[in-house]
């Protein structure tokens, strides 16, 4: 069973900074990519930021030059620092990871529970 935790999420001032983290844990053989969406009241779910394994990363314009993902493969955990942050940052966060569990085996999409992210003053 494989498990995808988040972490870092809560309430900032509008120009302030959070780290969110995402663990997976299982039987778990590789991890491909990981990414971090998020999802407004009234909204749909978005891509906030995706890595490859090779370290290859994408963002939504609205968070380039303002967020940063990262991972580290080793502890199979991916980062999203979260700098400038602005009021329409608030939503939930929820990471994504692309998984097999064995060797040959085609991989799918797990996701987090989500962490809340608010933004304002």
């Known amino acids: 069973q494989v498990k995808l935790v988040e972490s870092g999420g809560g309430l900032v001032q509008p120009g302030g900074s959070l780290r969110l983290s995402c663990a997976a844990s299982?039987?778990?053989?590789?991890?491909?990519?990981m990414a971090w969406y998020r999802q407004a009241p009234g909204k749909q779910r978005e891509l906030v930021a995706s890595?490859?394994?090779?370290?290859?990363?994408n963002y939504a314009d609205s968070v380039k030059g303002r967020f940063a993902i990262s991972r580290d493969n080793a502890e199979n955990t991916v980062y999203l620092q979260m700098n400038s942050l602005r009021p329409e940052d608030t939503a939930a966060y929820y990471c994504?990871?692309?998984?097999?569990?064995?060797?040959?085996?085609?991989?799918?999409?797990?996701w987090g529970q989500g962490t809340q992210v608010t933004v304002s003053s």
């Open positions: 299982g039987n778990i053989f590789r991890i491909y990519t």
């Open positions: 994504n990871a692309n998984i097999s569990l064995r060797l040959w085996d085609p991989s799918r999409a797990y």
């Open positions: 890595i490859t394994r090779s370290i290859n990363t």
